[in-house]
């Protein structure tokens, strides 16, 4: 009888039960990052840093269909709500289309302004808060640390930023955590429907047998929309698909395991693989290609006739023109981003990744420097004034949690807790490929894609430390625990004003560069 209830014990791990709580506070913790990154969505009104890139071409795909170069004076031109500036031919863009169809959306919304384009990811940072909250629940089977999670990246200042950016990367980020999110689900339900098939056989455990097929994996397949959208705003969340397209491999080997199918486990490899394959990769290439469409049913995109007029090349033969023109304009962007073009090319913001964890280089958005007194406001005395956006994370958050997943790596491979082998896969293939390319310029913010990881193997360790609910010293430790979260808030506050422009001295600027120069 022990064998049984350890078993089905096992197996049943995951059945969280404080449902309604957990819905109220995700949606509470949600609602209040929607509403601290909404305040003055609009403001600088301009296009600033990569804006002038992605806001532009996202209207240029909402008119036509496909990216289009503007005139030199077009960002002046949009100040005043003028687009005249589009003009007619092809711009060569190096990313997918999908952040931009999304950015666009908002300029649908609300029109070509700056609240219009940043309004997409206002959405997808608050979705990012919500995704996480529900990753860290599940992985911790807590309600209390997926809520922290999630406060501690609402108050994060790198996804504050990048939640009021018409960038890229929050939208890769938040596909990327809902995969991710979506795999921990679909872990959970198979371990559950081998649980469910020993109760309805009555049986102790599988006696060597391989169990049942359960080919049909709806949160698998879910994760492999997500992934392939993810993939269709950059590129490199090709390298999360990968390592979890083999983690989950072993998840399933393991529940075989669990639930008592001896050698025969094995056979995962030649039945749940495959199909684990299809339902990630093979979903998400046609995933993809969808975001692609607009390209693929108009005319004037860049490289969009490379098929008509080669129509002798193989890939024209084997997939037609439109599919070959797109194979081509890849192969174009895989050209820019790996060959010499970008090789040894410099940028003041360069931020190599072996110092991202201790966000040793943030990226500078925005700088108007040297306000005179009584010029826009500005009260110094003896000095001038400045307003300033920085794409910084929270110091004291990043390095608390650099700090927890040194711990971490203790906790997954010495006392094999593969909960927190999860955010640890997730951060090394969002981060350690970048690796591989630091000849050419790399940047702090590319880091929005580790925080979401980094902030979940926090909350997992201050987990850790308060311990059971009816355990020892509860009172204390909660106190401790409770005190860093409100110095990270804190600290979230104090470097607010250069997070929005907030027009500040330049004294008050220095006291918020906690590293000198490598800050400015």
Do not use: E, H, N, S
């Given at each position: 009888m022990l064998l049984v209830l350890t078993t089905l014990a096992a197996l049943d791990d995951g059945r969280l039960r404080d449902r309604t709580r957990g819905w109220v506070v995700t949606i509470s913790i949600t609602v209040m990052a929607f509403l601290l990154r909404f305040y003055n969505l609009g403001f600088p009104n301009k296009l600033l840093f990569d804006e002038t890139y992605y806001a532009k071409d996202a209207w240029a795909v909402l008119q036509s269909g496909y990216e289009r170069n503007w005139s030199e004076n077009a960002n002046d031109l949009l100040l005043g709500g003028d687009t005249s500036g589009m003009l007619d031919t092809a711009e060569f863009m190096v990313h997918p289309p999908l952040g931009k169809l999304l950015i666009g959306w908002g300029e649908q919304l609300f029109g070509m302004n700056a609240f219009g384009w940043r309004f997409a990811s206002l959405v997808f940072g608050t979705l990012l808060v919500f995704f996480t909250i529900r990753m860290a629940r599940r992985l911790s089977r807590s309600t209390l640390v997926g809520g922290i999670a999630g406060v501690l990246l609402a108050f994060d200042g790198l996804a504050f930023v990048m939640s009021r950016l018409a960038l890229l990367d929050i939208f890769q980020a938040t596909f990327a955590v809902a995969a991710v999110s979506a795999l921990l689900a679909d872990r959970d339900w198979f371990r559950h429907k081998l649980a469910d098939h020993l109760r309805e056989h009555d049986l102790p455990d599988l006696g060597g047998k391989f169990g049942p097929l359960l080919l049909w994996r709806p949160w698998r397949?879910?994760?492999?929309?997500l992934f392939g959208a993810s993939c269709a705003v950059k590129w490199n969340s090709i390298y999360l698909l990968a390592a979890f397209g083999i983690l989950v491999v072993f998840w399933d080997i393991g529940a075989r395991r669990l639930a008592g199918a001896g050698r025969n486990r094995w056979f995962s490899l030649l039945i749940d693989a495959p199909m684990a394959f299809v339902q990630l990769v093979v979903v998400a290439l046609p995933v993809y290609v969808a975001t692609w469409l607009k390209w693929l049913t108009t005319t004037g995109g860049w490289s969009r006739d490379w098929g008509a007029n080669n129509p002798?090349?193989?890939?024209?033969?084997?997939l037609g023109e439109p599919l070959a023109s797109l194979w081509h304009y890849h192969r174009e962007i895989y050209d820019f981003h790996t060959g010499d073009y970008m090789a040894g090319v410099t940028h003041p913001y360069d931020a190599n990744p072996a110092g991202w964890l201790l966000m040793l280089r943030p990226t500078g958005i925005e700088a108007v420097n040297g306000i005179q007194p009584g010029t826009d406001g500005c009260e110094a005395v003896g000095t001038t004034c400045m307003r300033i956006i920085s794409a910084m994370g929270t110091p004291i958050l990043w390095w608390a949690a650099l700090v927890a997943i040194v711990f971490a790596v203790v906790w997954w491979i010495r006392w094999r807790d593969w909960r927190f082998g999860v955010p640890?896969?997730?951060?090394?293939a969002v981060w350690l490929p970048w690796f591989q390319y630091?000849?050419?310029?790399q940047f702090f913010f590319y880091a929005i894609m580790i925080i979401p990881f980094s902030v979940t193997v926090l909350a997992m360790a201050l987990g850790k430390v308060l311990g059971p609910a009816a355990g020892p010293q509860r009172?204390?430790?909660?106190?401790l625990v409770g005190a860093l979260i409100a110095l990270i808030i804190f600290n979230f506050a104090f470097i607010y004003p250069i997070l929005t422009a907030e027009l500040i001295t330049q004294p008050q600027w220095w006291m918020r560069m906690w590293l000198g120069n490598a800050w400015v």
């Open positions: 397949f879910l994760a492999g929309v002798g090349d193989p890939t024209v033969k084997l640890l896969v997730a951060i090394a630091t000849d050419r310029p009172r204390r430790r909660a106190m």
